[in-house]
């Protein structure tokens, strides 16, 4: 999966706009986007949705309330037997978070009379001060975790930023150490590192040059807050012709030489690390093409 797209689970129009959006996966979102007051509202919507939607469709996901609210527990309850694809956990202090919803949800499940493990996870992990100590405890936290992303705008809050960016809308040194984190952290666990929002839905050459800065550094997807971001994450991570081309050559020169440790192709020294970058970039290729 490349894009994962938030929608407000509490509005049955963006529900209906999201699936249609081109979007690897929804966030049908119980938390920051919902009221209060509308959070049984956008259970109900989120538990209709998932039982109704095209299976062909885009993968669905539910972000729940935090584990520090009196909340989560309902929204759980309340779209387990809908058998969402996986649970967005926000704010996760260690992977404590996750084998602690990881045990809820195997209850729900045998509730509903679920296959235990039906439903995946994954977290963001980076939204309070204390979290950023710990993005080294997800890996074994449970088998359900398959990624995590990193978020730049609750953290902020809980510093007490007056911003997140500098004046050329860089993000400034707390939130780029979150999101390395993030990466590291995703990738010692064995699972999907996904970067995080561009809130300015407007700007599309901004989504672009962020996207294409963290597929460099290794993010396989990006999260979404508008249907019009969905193409330009979609195209940054769907692996280029000359990517896959020069993928190719590597493997290719590889096999030619032998049991070999380096090669050279173009004039450049190549090892064992190269080989596995272009064997990897292949296979997230067939993913992208598989679910196209």
Not at 114 to 140: H, P, Q, W
Not at 167 to 187: D, F
Not at 248 to 260: L, N
Request: charged letters at 25%.
């Amino acid at each position: 999966m490349r894009s994962f797209l938030f929608v407000p689970a509490d509005s049955e129009k963006k529900l209906a706009k999201g699936a249609s959006s081109g979007a690897d996966a929804l966030i049908l979102d119980l938390e920051d986007s919902v009221a209060l007051s509308n959070k049984e509202a956008a259970r109900k919507n989120a538990a209709d949705f998932l039982k109704s939607a095209d299976p062909h469709g885009p993968k669905l996901c539910v972000r729940m309330n935090a584990l520090d609210t009196p909340l989560w527990k309902d929204d759980l309850k309340s779209v387990v037997a809908a058998a969402p694809h996986a649970i967005l956990v926000p704010k996760t202090i260690s992977g404590a978070c996750i084998a602690k919803v990881a045990g809820h949800l195997t209850e729900l499940e045998a509730e509903a009379g679920l296959r235990s493990d039906t439903i995946k996870l994954f977290c963001v992990a980076t939204e309070t001060a204390a979290s950023m100590f710990n993005l080294n405890t997800y890996a074994g936290s449970s088998p359900r975790l398959f990624a995590m992303t990193w978020g730049a705008e609750d953290l902020a809050a809980a510093l007490g930023a007056r911003d997140n960016k500098d004046e050329s809308g860089n993000y400034t040194g707390p939130y780029q150490m979150a999101r390395t984190l993030t990466l590291l952290g995703a990738v010692a666990a064995g699972v999907i590192p996904l970067d995080s929002i561009y809130k300015d839905f407007r700007d599309e050459a901004g989504l672009e040059l962020e996207a294409r800065a963290a597929a460099r550094d290794g993010f396989t997807a990006k999260m979404a807050i508008h249907p019009a971001q969905v193409p330009v994450i979609n195209r940054v991570f769907t692996p280029s012709d000359e990517d896959l081309a020069h993928a190719r050559a590597v493997i290719e020169i590889f096999e030619k030489a032998g049991d070999v440790g380096v090669v050279a192709l173009d004039g450049v020294m190549l090892d064992i690390p190269h080989l596995k970058q272009a064997r990897a970039l292949l296979a997230r290729a067939e993913a992208a093409k598989a679910i196209q």
